[in-house]
């Protein structure tokens, strides 16, 4: 079975095309085959990806933590790929693009936020500026449970690459914490998966981008209707200011810490 998808516009054709042209069929099945793509149609001809939604799937903790292991491999399978597109493909996506969009995020968001907020966020942001740089991955740019399938035997598929660009890692992390909440279990286990723990630089980068993805989310949320994503934002606002954002994951008894 085959799928057509049409993209909104000529970057997120030309990062999808790229992203299943270069890196994709490196995992193996757990990504679509690009089948035919028209630049004049801004489409795309994939394969069929087996499995079931991730989101929304109720799960026993055994199974949640199993999926969550799985992540990390996944995560760390795909920033594992090739170091970078071909120069005439996909721009790498700057810090300054992305705090350059503060203000734009916070003018959509701004009724929906708590007194405070847009404070905290800026606060977050002055403070990230003086960050030193995360180096450039390959990455799948929307690595959250929307996107990613649950196929027979626990195994797991991921679609949807039109924000594939070269990033840092922290970049496909920024849905995740809020998994985490309460959840020591996934944390460990999605970080046993991924191979390794953060650096105390990727966790401070982390929470910046949290923050900035939270802000995003609850302003395009409210406009298209997804209450879902309005909530999930202000649960990440709430722990940043509250310190309990991005704690340091508790390494795996006799674990390396690095």
């Not at 007194?115 to 991955?137: F, I, K, Y």
């Not at 740019?141 to 196929?151: C, E, H, P, V, Y």
Request: net charge neutral; proline share 9%.
């Amino acid at each position: 079975m085959w799928f057509v998808k049409v993209h909104q516009n000529v970057k997120f054709h030309a990062r999808e095309t790229t992203a299943l042209r270069t890196w994709v069929p490196g995992l193996g099945g757990a990504g679509p085959r690009l089948v035919a793509a028209d630049p004049a149609l801004l489409a795309v001809v994939v394969t069929a990806v087996e499995g079931r939604p991730l989101h929304g799937a109720v799960l026993t903790g055994a199974e949640e933590e199993a999926v969550f292991r799985s992540l990390g491999v996944l995560a760390g399978r795909i920033h594992a790929g090739p170091p970078s597109p071909s120069p005439t493909a996909v721009a790498p996506v700057t810090r300054a693009d992305r705090y350059a969009k503060v203000d734009r995020h916070l003018e959509a968001a701004r009724p929906h936020l708590a007194p405070g907020d847009e404070e905290h966020v800026r606060a977050v942001v002055e403070q990230a500026v003086v960050l030193e740089p995360l180096p450039l991955v390959v990455t799948h740019g929307d690595f959250q449970i929307r996107n990613i399938l649950l196929a027979a035997g626990g195994s797991l598929r991921v679609v949807d690459f039109e924000r594939s660009a070269p990033q840092p890692v922290v970049r496909d992390l920024v849905r995740l914490p809020d998994h985490f909440d309460g959840r020591e279990d996934l944390r460990r286990a999605f970080f046993d998966g991924y191979g390794r723990l953060f650096t105390a630089l990727e966790q401070a980068h982390l929470a910046t981008e949290a923050v900035l993805d939270a802000v995003s989310g609850i302003g395009y949320g409210t406009a298209h209707g997804d209450p879902e994503l309005v909530e999930r934002g202000r649960r990440i606002l709430a722990r940043s200011r509250a310190g309990t954002l991005c704690p340091a994951p508790t390494p795996p008894a006799g674990g390396n810490p690095s």
